[in-house]
């Protein structure tokens, strides 16, 4: 199999987790990969470990590390240095569930009449891998969902570069929402053709950006409903803030 996947990972003081994400992408037995890392100038043992892998990965492993404008802008750097067909993002704090995951993406990518991919992801607590706290399923999700601050799990996602060149990149004028607003723009602006597969991508710690506190969760609403908004879907914070019921009620029922 020829397909070439990018898997781009923006790190920033990460040395805690990172090198559990680093590992999850050198043993995925999918070999046509390459592995970007975008540092914003960590100031603890993050470079250390990017630098102890990256031998490793036999060329397959590029890096930078300087000041950005915020993790969109830092996603940004990644996508213009990625040179695959195929682009994912995981984050630094989160790892791959099983080795095959990229296996899966190429496989079903071969299908040219798919622009992208997405699939499910589960959480943890750190300190407590094999318990898990929320399982988040996009089996569900359809374009019309959107309007309700639904989306497939951004780090189960994986599309086409020639997708990101037609549409644009993320908005870098948005808090925490611009994932959610490439959403949007793909699905809705531009009639994105992507399936999903029934399989765990990624394993996620809780504590997240998106959902650290209250003040975070008003942010990410005003975001969503901004990126609707920009994009010709008509919502409202209400209606928005439906989701975060769904998302306790998944809570509740992996307690």
Not at 2 to 28: C, F, G, H, P
Not at 73 to 81: I, R, T, V, Y
Not at 179 to 191: K, Q
Request: net charge positive; hydrophobic share 35%.
């Amino acid at each position: 199999m020829n397909m070439k996947i990018s898997v781009i990972t923006v790190a920033y003081n990460s040395a805690d987790t990172i090198e559990d994400t680093i590992i999850s992408v050198l043993n995925q037995s999918y070999e046509n990969l390459e592995y970007i890392v975008i540092d914003g100038c960590s100031s603890d043992g993050t470079l250390n470990l990017i630098k102890k892998y990256e031998q490793k990965f036999v060329g397959r492993m590029k890096w930078v590390s300087g000041h950005d404008n915020g993790i969109y802008d830092a996603m940004n750097k990644g996508l213009q240095m990625a040179s695959g067909d195929v682009v994912g993002t995981l984050n630094s704090d989160d790892y791959f569930t099983d080795r095959d995951v990229i296996k899966t993406v190429a496989e079903t990518m071969a299908d040219n009449s798919i622009d992208g991919v997405y699939g499910d992801v589960h959480f943890i607590r750190s300190g407590q891998p094999n318990r898990c706290v929320r399982y988040y399923s996009s089996a569900l999700f359809r374009p019309q969902w959107l309007r309700f601050g639904f989306m497939p799990a951004h780090p189960s996602f994986y599309v086409r570069k020639s997708v990101y060149e037609r549409a644009g990149y993320y908005k870098t004028d948005y808090k925490i929402g611009s994932d959610f607003e490439m959403m949007v723009r793909l699905f809705i602006c531009n009639g994105l053709k992507a399936k999903y597969i029934k399989k765990d991508f990624v394993t996620m710690r809780t504590g997240g950006v998106s959902t650290k506190d209250f003040k975070s969760k008003l942010t990410l609403i005003s975001d969503d409903v901004k990126a609707c908004k920009e994009n010709g879907v008509y919502t409202n914070s209400l209606l928005i803030s439906i989701k975060f019921l769904y998302k306790w009620l998944g809570l509740l029922r992996k307690k």
